[in-house]
């Protein structure tokens, strides 16, 4: 039997029993003062730490106990305590979406990536919410023990061995389901199951029971573009998924997402993103083809 890789501690200001935002109590094994020895620090977020009393308690023991820390990671609103102490000043870092303007306004040193899933900026490590928590311990530990392991743990896990730290926290149907109406967040859903398919405004409004002018309008006073810009955003947001998850042909990824050739989608991708999707495959794909076969056997959340 292998042995353990990490032995975790569940730390607190004062080293009493309290309870979540979620409701679950724990039970800590230490208070912070009484804690020696860590090699990762991980803040959890929470209404708590957002509470001046104590983020700055955790503050002032950071600013004590930080030189000795090898990494100290913060998840979704952890960075509240991060940042009180003065060590991300400089520094790129990101939170979940919702708190991004609060902490770019309470922390003005700091420069906030407001829609990024985490962000590594030399030993501080910042990220998402909840599921970004599990996309940056994938990435401690391939960054510990290789990428073998960390595609054993995420298949363990049932989720992907990782998305990359710079891809987006909210993915680009969901974006536009969250500013739309009922029906065209029926409509939107729909397109992203059908890229490969003719997508026309005559097709549309037959889906949305709309005249072709009445869905040009509900789409400019809905998302501020026309269904064939959104159409297009919502494939090349779905091609550079593909292009991130597996090892496809450019021309693939290009029939998949609906592009009549790849050279329209070359051209379209570049104008969007502002790199070529074998540029950006490069620097955002999974580590190697052995373990994006791997990954294959994992589902996603």
């Known amino acids: 039997m292998a042995l353990p890789r990490y032995r975790c501690q569940v730390l607190s200001v004062s080293g009493r029993p309290f309870r979540t935002e979620s409701g679950l ?20 977020g929470g209404s708590g730490l957002r509470a001046p009393a104590t983020s700055d308690r955790l503050a002032d023991w950071l600013r004590t106990r930080a030189k000795r820390i090898r990494r100290i990671a913060a998840v979704c609103t952890g960075i509240y305590g991060l940042a009180s102490a003065g060590l991300l000043d400089g520094r790129r870092v990101t939170t979940h979406w919702r708190y991004a ?25 910042t990220s998402a919410g909840v599921t970004a928590a599990i996309d940056l311990a994938l990435a401690l ?15 363990e896990l049932v989720v992907y061995l990782k998305r990359n730290g710079g891809q ?58 026309t269904p064939a810009a959104v159409v297009e955003r919502v494939r090349l947001d ?16 290009a029939r998949m997402v609906g592009f009549r050739s790849a050279d329209v989608f070359r051209r ?34």
């Not at 109590?25 to 959890?44: F, K, N």
């Not at 779905?238 to 990824?253: C, D, F, K, W």
Request: with cysteine; glycine share 6%; hydrophobic share 40%.
């Open 238 to 253: 779905t091609a550079r998924e593909r292009l991130s998850e597996g090892n496809y042909p450019i021309e693939r990824v």
């Open 25 to 44: 109590r724990m039970c800590p094994d230490a208070a912070l003062e009484d804690a020696s020895g860590i090699d990762t620090l991980i803040i959890a």
């Open 168 to 225: 987006e926290q909210y993915s680009g149907p969901l974006r536009l389901q969250a500013r739309s109406g009922d029906r065209l967040a029926e409509l939107t859903a729909w397109i992203a199951a059908n890229l490969a398919a003719p997508l026309t405004v005559e097709v549309l409004a037959a889906r949305a029971n709309l005249s072709a002018r009445q869905l040009q309008r509900r789409f400019v006073e809905d998302f501020g573009l």
């Open 141 to 155: 530990v391939e960054a510990d023990h290789g990428p073998r392991l960390a595609v054993e743990v995420a298949r």
């Open 101 to 125: 303007a609060d902490v770019a306004r309470r922390f003005p040193r700091l420069r906030v990536e407001p829609d990024r899933i985490f962000i590594a900026d030399g030993r501080y490590f």
């Open 268 to 301: 379209a991708f570049a104008r969007r993103f502002g790199t070529r999707p074998s540029d950006y495959r490069g620097r955002f794909a999974g580590s190697s083809r052995s373990d994006r076969h791997a990954r294959r056997g994992a589902s996603t959340e």
